[in-house]
């Protein structure tokens, strides 16, 4: 290569350096520190975003510009790398003189002497501080609820998750509270209202306990607290009363003032008790010690709330089924897992049979054969009593058609709910069903409760129509409920059913009171089933008072529609 082609190759070589120079210096913030970390060169855009001067920078380390963000095993590792030849990369977060934080994406690599020995570093950064922002604000949002400010429920479950890893046995005490009728709070006041009382509820919350406790959002007008390294029970204690004393205190918003009172259930607990035993996952740890707090609420609530309650294993069981039964019940009708039976009813003066009552039955895969005092007070409370009344209805009619077709001649007696009562389709189907199965209406008798007086106006005027078909109606557990002999008078009713208390009182104490309903059932024209007979005196006696019906397991239990058919012959 002759002389001018070296320089040309030079300049070349140059030349391009340069552009790469300044690519790099247009592109990326740019440092070189010496073996010892001192800044011996900095670019534009390093002063740029640091907010310092290059004479600043010039001879100091990274210290300058060291947010105290990171851990010290951080930096620690980055020298490690770096100080053996190796290029480090990580993000760093950075603090500018004006106090502000900046976030870099950095490089740093090691320029080595002949000995392999790092003489200067060059660090290569880039600004991401607008994406670490967006990260971190998203992570704010995972972690946060947006009314209160106060972490929510994954914080909580990250919470308690580093709580039961730690190695030491540690009491604590997970606080689940619920407002007492908040929902009627915020249909009075109005939902921004609404708002406004729970942000100060959690200033509340947080000003009963110590910094190193968890408040949490659980969910709408639910709050959770963890209070942890407790001494005993007696701490736990002292803090529900001082929430209750403080929350009891009037709330102002808008110039009108608010009594807000607050129910809390307690899980208290060790974080050994608590140690993963076999495959058991920490989430499933987790997901009971805050269903079992909430059950305790639930039964502050259900004791009318205002107070607080540590969960016991017996109020936990209870519960745990109750929440089982509730939601199982949903698919119940779907699942084919309702069933009857007839308990035979029969003529007092020469015993044969007349009629069957029928029971529903609920067989579950979880819950096995649940009694109906258990379930039909949840189907009537979450409106399913209607749905499953009608089918209670089909399928009576039904079978009673099979057993008219064999030559087995009865009434049915069904139990009707006051809700199925409300409902205006509800004349309709028992019509429709008796017509379908080709049905007499006086086969058919509907038993209801005493219940229905306390909406004696709503429901005369069905009782009257269900009258005019033709069939009977029969009052349940006669002498148990509200029964106001008037309204008897008034209403198209056919037989009364004395309730079983009474029956049980034969022979004890309580003759003359199943005389007199006997009577008075005489007076009104009406017919008088005893329930419940279980012993021959009971049955001498209503024989000798002429009481027309019996039923009871002194005759028979309840029984497969089979079984009627043998009990028939
Ligand atoms: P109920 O209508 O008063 O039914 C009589 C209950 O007394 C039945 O309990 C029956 O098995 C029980 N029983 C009958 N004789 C005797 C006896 O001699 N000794 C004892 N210890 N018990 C006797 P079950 O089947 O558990 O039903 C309980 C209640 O559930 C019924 O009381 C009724 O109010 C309700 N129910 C059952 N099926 C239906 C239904 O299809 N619809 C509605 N709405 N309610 C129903
Ligand atoms: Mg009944
Ligand atoms: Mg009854």
């Given amino acids: 290569m002759g002389q001018l082609n070296v320089k040309q190759a030079l300049e070349n070589k140059e030349k391009q350096l340069k552009d790469i120079e300044f690519a790099l210096n247009e592109s990326s913030i740019v440092a070189i520190t010496d073996r010892r970390g001192r800044i011996t060169f900095v670019n534009d855009m390093f002063c740029k975003l640091s907010k310092y001067t290059r004479e600043e920078l010039m001879g100091q380390d990274h210290q300058i510009i060291n947010a105290n ?48 020995k790092p003489y200067q570093y060059v660090s290569i950064r880039h600004d991401i501080t607008k994406r670490k922002n967006m990260e971190e604000e998203m992570r704010h949002m995972a972690y946060y609820d947006s009314l209160t400010n106060l972490p929510n429920r994954n914080y909580l479950i990250t919470h308690l998750k580093s709580l039961l890893e730690k190695k030491s046995s540690e009491a604590f005490a997970v606080l689940f509270l619920d407002i007492d009728r908040f929902k009627t709070i915020n249909d009075t006041l109005g939902h921004s209202a609404g708002d406004l009382l729970l942000k100060e509820v959690g200033k509340r919350l ?14 709408g007008d639910e709050f959770v607290i963890v209070l942890d390294n407790i001494q005993d ?15 009891s205190k009037p709330f102002y918003s808008n110039g009108e003032r608010t009594f807000l009172s607050t ?21 499933d740890i987790i997901e009971e010690i805050i269903q079992k707090s909430d059950i305790a609420m639930y039964h502050v609530k259900e004791l009318g709330g205002n107070g607080f309650e540590f969960i016991t294993r017996d109020k936990s069981e209870k519960v745990v089924r109750q929440f ?13 897992e309702f069933f009857l039976v007839y308990q035979p009813q029969f003529r007092i003066s020469d015993e044969k049979l007349v009629g069957v009552e029928v029971l529903l039955r609920w067989k579950n895969e979880k819950l096995g054969l649940v009694p109906p005092s258990e379930f039909i007070p949840v189907l009537e409370k979450n409106g399913l009593i209607v749905p499953v009344g009608n089918w209670v209805l089909t399928k009576a009619m039904e079978q009673l058609r099979n057993w008219l077709d064999q030559g087995l001649e009865m009434k049915v007696a069904i139990n009707i709910s006051l809700k199925q009562l409300g409902n205006n389709l ?37 009782l009257e129509a269900l009258k005019t078909l033709g069939i009977n109606l029969a009052i349940d557990d006669f002498g148990t409920g509200y029964s106001s002999l008037s309204y008897l008078d008034n209403l198209p009713i056919d037989n009364l059913k004395i309730d079983k208390s009474f029956i049980d009182k034969i022979n004890i104490d309580g003759e003359s009171l199943v005389k007199t309903i006997i009577d008075m059932g005489k007076n009104l024209k009406m017919e008088i089933v005893a329930e419940g007979i279980e012993k021959e005196d009971q049955l001498l006696f209503l024989k000798e008072n002429n009481c027309q019906i019996g ?11 089979e079984e009627i058919r043998r009990i028939y012959q």
């Fill in 69 to 116: 963000y990171h851990p010290k095993c951080f930096f620690q590792d980055m020298w490690k790398t770096i100080g053996n030849g190796r290029v480090w990369k990580g993000e760093i977060k950075n603090l500018a003189k004006d106090g502000t934080h900046y976030w870099v994406d950095t490089t740093i690599v090691p320029m080595l002497d002949e000995n392999k």
């Fill in 206 to 219: 947080k000003a009963c306990i110590r910094e190193s406790d968890l408040v949490c959002r659980h969910g």
């Fill in 233 to 247: 029970k007696e701490g736990v204690n002292l803090v529900a009363n001082r929430i209750i004393n403080e929350l």
């Fill in 263 to 283: 129910s809390i259930g307690i899980n208290f607990s060790t974080t050994t008790k608590l140690h993963r035993h076999g495959n058991v996952e920490i989430e």
């Fill in 324 to 336: 089982t039964l509730e939601s199982q019940i949903h698919q119940a009708l779907e699942n084919n």
């Fill in 426 to 462: 509800f004349i309709n189907s028992v019509k429709d069903t008796m017509q379908q199965n080709n049905i007499k209406p006086e086969l058919v008798e509907l038993e209801l409760t005493e219940s229905l007086f306390s909406e004696i106006d709503k429901v005369k005027p069905v």
């Fill in 551 to 561: 039923q009871g397991y002194f005759f028979s239990k309840p029984v497969q529609s």
